[in-house]
């Protein structure tokens, strides 16, 4: 009913010296994604999974993009009058027609109308996310509107119907009569409706990284005010291109830090479009690196470094020398196309050779707290103490190694078979807490998609301890992909090793919802004790902050040996333990993130979600690591381990008149200065100094009137200095 009839694909017009293609919404500080109209080399999405496989960062994939209808539309919008996205295009081009998707969740609100703007600041890419505050948190909007000038507008409405109450639209709004020549500039499309209107709602692709591809006019508590937004639009633009546009980076893979010294290979997926057709090709594709502040080297791969696809359209691999425990290599990448366009991407990528301590096991927090920030689980814990995993580092910090994705990416298998082939019991442990995995990108529950499970399989034949709390393990381990129920097949190892027999993800929806158990049960019962009416509440996607669907799956049954602990009120299991006597593996198994437990109140029928119960989080973590895994070791009185501010942008690159980025955190409001330095420690300007509310900010330098070469910035908060990192300009 929804489907699509684009061919991916690209063909010339008419006139040889123009073209016709798609263009998807900026990215913030970027150019549009051109998407052809006609046939050329596919990267498929399985092909992308296999080369793109150790990655910190995820990018929008106009494979999905264009793809089959996302199932997620924007909802809460009463308070909404007007969306836009921005597109830049990179090369010069006319605007033909743009197209929208929407939704009416009520069909009698059906007013809506498409237009298409000149925005007011055409070459400042940073100005559309910066100057615009992301609604979430409801801070006051910046009342002084993007738009310049209205170019073309069209009303649309729709008769209601009672059987169809929620109709998809899909328009196409045709201004080829203006011949827009846009020469480059930046324009927004969006569309319009009426204050006080709960409907049409857009569908929105809500996992894409970088985020806030959106602009939005609405009232947050303050009055009407601009806001952007993380939510991406489907919205696409069809141009005609009169000018050669340069190679566009598809994806580079940002490789995460890991515990091996030995080379790695970096994928790096380019495209090109030429004018004439025969033009069309990356003729050299260059990765630049350096390791720690040391001179800089380049490696140039032509076509036959090619791994997959052509030069039009293909992925490029590069082999970075190996380094040392203790090392940072940074890179970034360029390409040149065969009319000889040059790209400069203006993204750096960095990652860092960590080490394992010996007879330390792993906590490993998948919470991606950066792109969900305000969203977090186990927040309680990070404000409060100023580490995620809150309650394992509280009581075990001095026996682990921490891993927190967020700022270490993804571990790999260098990471996870340090601890999987350790012959100390403690080390031969992993204490793995997520939701969903999110940062992963290609869906959720995606906790073992990335990894190796046969390193997984290795800890637990070695006779070692895995606590896995996570939601949507039945799509993650391959049982259940449509995130329903299913048995786990015979000889999956989910079966062998993990003791399921059977799951069903996405069992329970309920904002929040309680757990009762056996205050009797030897390892657990404590946990239950503590309250007189044996109940806990869990809050794993409430995240105390707010109302949200948890999705918290249950385990229909289990192998024998494995025993249920914690259910739900109708008796669904959703937590249990298992001694594998084939192995002698010890496996503790939540479908749910549990560091968030929220307190009954005396009567014990209502709870409060404005706090935590610490005490019930200590318990089950002791309960886990000591009674059941045998781990002792317990430290109260570590210092906190992760400051609660942090320098989130390691490593940028400044390029000709470009921007880079500097994402930064800090917990509270409170005094805040970024500084850029250079090489002798001389000033050489400021971002911002000043108070900012608690959260996630990021601010531009474009290094006006500083020559090439190495510089340094530098946050404080409140005073005290919270980290330093490199700055590289290239004229």
């Known amino acids: 009913m929804y489907r699509f009839l684009f ?76 969306m836009m996205v921005w597109f830049n295009p990179p090369a010069p081009c006319s605007l033909l027609k743009v197209k929208f998707r929407y939704t009416y969740t009520d069909r009698n609100m059906n007013q809506v109308t498409l237009f298409v703007a000149e925005l007011n600041h055409n070459t400042d890419v940073g100005y559309y996310t910066d100057s615009f505050p992301e609604y979430h948190s409801n801070p006051p909007g910046n009342p002084s509107s993007p738009i310049l000038n209205i170019l073309a507008s069209e009303p649309e409405s729709v008769v209601p119907t009672p059987d169809q109450p929620h109709y998809v639209d899909e328009d196409t709004f045709d201004i080829s009569s203006l011949a827009y020549d846009d020469s480059l500039k930046i324009f927004g499309v969006g569309w319009v409706k009426a204050q006080g209107d709960s409907s049409p709602n857009p569908y929105i692709y809500a996992n894409c990284n970088p985020p806030y591809h959106t ?96 030069s039009t359209n293909g992925v490029f691999a590069f082999s970075i020398p190996g380094v040392s425990v203790g090392d940072t290599v940074t890179y970034w990448v360029s390409a040149i196309d065969l009319q000889g366009r040059r790209t400069d991407d203006s993204t750096t990528y960095s990652y860092v050779i960590r080490s394992g301590t010996p007879g330390n096991f792993l906590l490993l927090v998948d919470y991606n707290s950066v792109s969900y920030g305000w969203a977090r689980f186990g927040y309680y814990w990070y404000y409060n103490y100023g580490y995620y995993g809150g309650p394992v580092w509280k009581n075990y910090s001095n026996v682990l190694d921490f891993w927190d994705t967020d700022q270490y990416g993804n571990a790999d298998s260098s990471v996870l078979d340090f601890y999987a082939s350790a012959t100390s019991d403690t080390q031969r442990t992993i204490v793995w807490m997520g939701w969903g995995s999110p940062e992963l990108g290609v869906g959720w529950g995606q906790i073992f998609a990335y990894q190796d499970s046969a390193i997984v399989k290795k800890l637990l034949d070695n006779g070692g301890n895995l606590w896995l709390a996570d939601q949507d393990q039945g799509y993650a381990l391959g049982v259940t992909p449509g995130y329903g129920q299913q048995p786990v097949p015979a000889g999956h190892w989910a079966r062998t090793h993990l003791g399921i027999a059977g799951m069903y993800d996405d069992y329970n929806t309920a904002d929040s919802f309680s757990i009762t158990g056996d205050p009797a049960d030897p390892y657990f019962g404590n946990l239950f004790g503590l309250n007189p009416y044996a109940k806990l509440v869990i809050a794993p996607f409430y995240w105390v902050l707010g109302p949200g669907d948890n999705w918290t799956g249950v385990y229909d049954s289990l192998v024998t040996g494995a025993i249920p602990f914690a259910f739900l009120p109708l008796g669904e299991n959703v937590a249990y333990y298992f001694n594998n006597t084939s192995n002698g593996s010890q496996v503790v198994n939540f479908y749910f993130s549990w560091d968030d437990i929220a307190p009954y109140d005396a009567a014990g029928d209502t709870f409060m979600l404005d706090d935590i119960d610490e005490a019930a989080a200590d318990s089950v973590t002791i309960d886990v690591i000591t009674k059941f895994f045998g781990i002792s070791g317990v430290n109260n009185d570590n210092p906190n381990p992760i400051a609660m501010a942090r320098l989130l942008t390691k490593n940028i690159m400044v390029t000709g008149k470009r921007s880079a980025g500097i994402k930064f955190t800090i917990p509270a409001k ?46 404080t908060y409140n005073g005290k200095e919270v980290g330093t990192s490199k700055a590289l300009v290239i004229r």
């Open 215 to 310: 602009l939005m006019h609405r009232d947050r508590g303050y009055g009407y005010g601009w806001y952007s937004s993380y939510h991406f639009l489907y919205v696409w633009a069809l141009v005609r291109f009169y000018g050669n546009p340069p190679p566009s980076l598809k994806a580079c893979e940002d490789l995460p830090d890991n515990y091996s010294t030995d080379p790695r290979t970096v994928n790096v997926w380019w495209e090109d479009f030429g004018l004439p057709a025969e033009s069309s090709g990356v003729e050299h594709a260059i990765l630049y690196y350096q390791v720690n502040s040391g001179a800089i080297d380049s490696i140039v791969d032509d076509i036959s470094n090619i791994v997959y696809g052509d």
């Open 670 to 715: 409170g005094n805040v200065s970024l500084d850029i330095y250079d090489g002798l420690g001389r000033h050489i300007a400021n971002l911002i100094k000043g108070k900012l509310n608690g959260g996630i900010h990021k601010y531009y330098w474009k290094a006006e009137g500083v020559s090439s070469g190495a510089y340094f910035y530098r946050l």
């Open 7 to 82: 061919l991916l694909s690209f063909v010339f017009s008419l006139n040889a010296l123009s073209f016709d293609a798609y263009l998807l919404p900026a990215r913030p500080g970027e150019k549009s994604e051109i998407v052809p109209l006609n046939s050329r080399p596919r990267i498929s999405s399985r092909i992308k999974d296999r080369l793109f496989t150790n990655t910190k960062a995820t990018v929008d994939q106009w494979l999905t993009y264009m793809g089959p209808p996302c199932s997620y539309y924007l909802g809460s919008i009463t308070d909404l009058d007007t």
